[in-house]
């Protein structure tokens, strides 16, 4: 009875849509010429091609007859026939079938011989004379035929599907990111046992016990370690484990498998094939998040609150899961051709070179991108990464354009690309492309200090950071990100800080440079940026800071944003290994306990702190380096984190911030003695950490 009204239903569209169009949308009509064409093996059009076998089949009275009695078999409503037959009509017209021709198979019909064998093997059934067929046989032939056609449809929407997982992940994340921001006392009161339980298991917690700034090592000995990988927070690894299994379940379930489909010569060709398809489109419709959570103009940071390091593990996820879809697609697809022994002819078609050229350009892009290699060469993966992105964007564009696909999702992804790189470009310009820097080298602690004049068309917003070009001819090209801070020095105020180790590559050159120019420099500088998130935190009591090393960079940002906000309890632990940072960084410690910061300094690990024998660059320096020893407190020894967040969890007059910033370990215990103290502290905690690599 169902299947009745559903069939019936079904002409009335066919009907509409026969009557609109020149009829060759009609279901039955395709889905009958198309079983008696695969279905069947004929004395006729035996060597024919694709292309070829309407203009072959259709005039062969025989087969023609045939098709007609499974249109009449199919629909039970004499009315609707016209409109098949219209529809046929079409459907031959490279075959020059005549309204006459299809008049007399319609004769014919009644008079047809039933074929009785029973669909039992994916050979095709021979005959040679028109017949008919049990009604059940066509209905079954009519299922074959629309579950293969339907592949791509539904592939398309479990594609579209996954794409959504990303958006309502976002979406459920931008609700409580704004919930927060706009009543930022809503968590405080909404502090109890079962949400404190919550935020321990899940939300801040690394996925195992530690690792998650720093890398974990695989393979460790005497000589190094073999590799070495990030590991995600657990709450980030709880949605990539969801997006997995997700992807997962999508491109196994629901492949409408048909006994003996006659479009198939065997149940594994057939399966693969539906694999191939659903894998395929998996692939398509994850280019635009991937993309898009790849861009430093990516609006979702916004939209979150989520870091862009949050949304890179995604990005890497993403891309994973794309390559496993794309080999499994390439992998089934060939089975296919395989099995059908059409293998060596495929390499000489189009759409299978563009498809291998996007494996090729997609493996180097999903295994280079590990921590390890990224360890290497920054700049190198880089490059290597971008250009495999572009070969593999283009590849994937003609591997559908020669299939006569839909490349829609293709535009989506250059103007996601092309977006980010001109919001890049205008960041830059507001900033001023003729901005200043005075590069100085402290050798004494290996660090350069930036000071930047800049077109102060924006004003350095807490906690944010940019991505600077030196604009030298041998690196101009490179950006790296640096956290910002104000200058606080007189003769500075207004202009842009920035303190970086020296390290390998860019910041090396730098150093070079400085070194033939007596210790400094002045370059033209880029400033792509600035980009932060916003994160109200007003409704803090207190403000607490751990920092390592040069990671004081971003504390210290949030720190000038919250005394310019009238901010009173702010604490800084700041572990560093000699006393050398109070000479490059002494102008703005002097701030920091002006405006009545609890600095405390962890000097060293458990040997006696070193004396600094500075090679000071300028006097002013050396005299607010003195004036700061002097006001100080030194502690000896590496900073005990855990004590220290024990006392401050313990301490607080009400809800406290603690913002970490500094190398792998420093983060890492941070987070695990935040976690650890998120159940017994009297007051709601909340963790920000700021990570100086991805
Ligand atoms: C948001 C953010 C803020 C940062 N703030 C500071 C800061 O205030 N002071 C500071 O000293 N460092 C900061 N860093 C780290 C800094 O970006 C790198 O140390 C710097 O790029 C290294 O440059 P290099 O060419 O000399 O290093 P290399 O020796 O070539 O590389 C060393 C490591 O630096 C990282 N790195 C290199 N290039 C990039 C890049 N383009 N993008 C991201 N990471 C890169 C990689 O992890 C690499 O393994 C910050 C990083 C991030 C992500």
Not at 16 to 34: E, H, M, N, R, Y
Not at 114 to 123: A, V
Not at 180 to 195: E, I, S, V
Request: net charge positive; proline share 4%.
């Amino acid at each position: 009875m169902r299947s009745l009204f559903l069939l019936s239903l079904l002409n009335l569209i066919i009907r509409v849509l026969a009557a609109g169009s020149k009829g060759t949308d009609d279901i039955i009509v395709k889905g009958c010429a198309s079983y008696m064409t695969l279905g069947f093996s004929w004395n006729f059009c035996k060597k024919i091609n694709k292309k070829q076998r309407v203009a072959c089949f259709c005039p062969q009275s025989e087969w023609l007859d045939s098709v007609v009695a499974c249109i009449d078999g199919l629909d039970d409503d004499p009315t609707n026939l016209n409109f098949h037959l219209k529809a046929l009509k079409a459907y031959c017209k490279k075959g020059n079938v005549t309204t006459d021709q299809i008049s007399s198979a319609q004769n014919h019909v009644g008079n047809l011989a039933m074929l009785n064998t029973s669909i039992n093997s994916y050979k095709p059934r021979k005959v040679t004379t028109a017949f008919k067929l049990p009604v059940s046989q066509y209905r079954w032939g009519l299922n074959a035929y629309s579950v293969t056609q339907n592949t791509t449809d539904k592939a398309t929407t479990y594609g579209i599907g996954m794409m959504c997982f990303w958006y309502g992940i976002v979406l459920i994340r931008s609700v409580f990111h704004w919930t927060r921001n706009f009543f930022p006392t809503l968590p405080h009161k909404l502090d109890n046992k079962a949400t404190r339980l919550i935020r321990k298991s899940i939300c801040c917690p690394p996925l195992l016990t530690f690792h998650h700034s720093t890398p974990a090592t695989l393979g460790k000995s005497s000589v190094g370690t073999f590799f070495t990988f990030n590991l995600p927070t657990r709450q980030s690894a709880f949605i990539v484990l969801c997006y997995v299994a997700i992807n997962l379940a999508l491109l196994f379930a629901g492949l409408d498998i048909v006994e003996y489909n006659y479009n198939y010569d065997s149940w594994s060709a057939q399966y693969s094939k539906f694999l191939s398809v659903r894998s395929g489109w998996l692939v398509v419709y994850t280019l635009p998040v991937m993309f898009l959570f790849a861009g430093r103009n990516n609006f979702m940071i916004h939209m979150t609150g989520w870091p862009l390091d949050e949304f890179n593990v995604f990005h890497k996820w993403l891309g994973r899961c794309c390559f496993l879809n794309l080999v499994v697609h390439a992998g089934t697809y060939s089975y296919v051709r395989i099995h059908g022994g059409r293998y060596n002819s495929m390499w000489s078609t189009p759409y299978w070179q563009w498809g291998i050229a996007a494996i090729f350009f997609a493996g180097p892009m999903v295994f280079l991108a590990t921590h390890w290699f990224r360890k290497l060469s920054y700049e190198i993966f880089l490059v290597i990464h971008i250009l495999c992105a572009i070969g593999f964007v283009v590849a994937g564009y003609y591997h559908l354009d020669v299939l006569k696909e839909d490349i829609r999702v293709y535009y989506a992804v250059w103007a996601i690309w092309a977006f980010d790189r001109a919001a890049r470009l205008g960041r830059v310009l507001v900033a001023s492309p003729f901005s200043r820097a005075t590069v100085t080298y402290h050798s004494n602690g290996n660090t350069l200090e930036l000071t930047i004049n800049y077109s102060k068309l924006w004003k350095v917003p807490p906690g944010s950071y940019v991505f600077v070009h030196i604009v030298q001819p041998t690196f101009f090209w490179e950006s790296h990100p640096f956290s910002m801070m104000q200058g606080v020095e007189e003769d500075h105020k207004g202009s842009i800080k920035l303190f970086c180790r020296g390290l390998d590559g860019m910041t090396k050159r730098m150093i070079k440079k400085c070194l033939q120019n007596n210790g400094s420099f002045e370059t033209y500088v880029w400033l792509d940026g600035p980009y932060h998130q916003y994160i109200n935190t007003s409704a803090f009591s207190e403000a607490f800071f751990i920092a390592g090393g040069i990671g004081i960079t971003a504390p210290f940002s949030y720190v000038q944003g919250h005394i310019s906000k009238g901010f009173k309890d702010i604490t800084v632990h700041w572990g560093i290994r000699d006393t050398a940072p109070l000479e490059w960084f002494a102008d703005e410690i002097s701030y920091m306990l002006d405006h009545g910061v609890q600095l405390y300094v962890h000097v060293g690990d458990e040997t006696p702190i070193p004396s600094s024998n500075a090679s000071f660059v300028s006097q002013g320096k050396e005299k607010a380096t003195m004036s700061v020893l002097g006001r100080v407190e030194l502690k000896q020894g590496r900073m005990d984190i855990m004590n220290i967040v024990t006392a401050a969890a313990n301490n607080a007059s009400g809800p406290l911030a603690i913002l970490t910033c500094g190398p792998g370990p420093v983060n890492d215990l941070s987070r695990q003695a935040v976690v650890s103290n998120l159940t017994t502290s009297p007051h709601y905690i909340e963790y920000f950490e700021e990570s100086f690599s991805w």
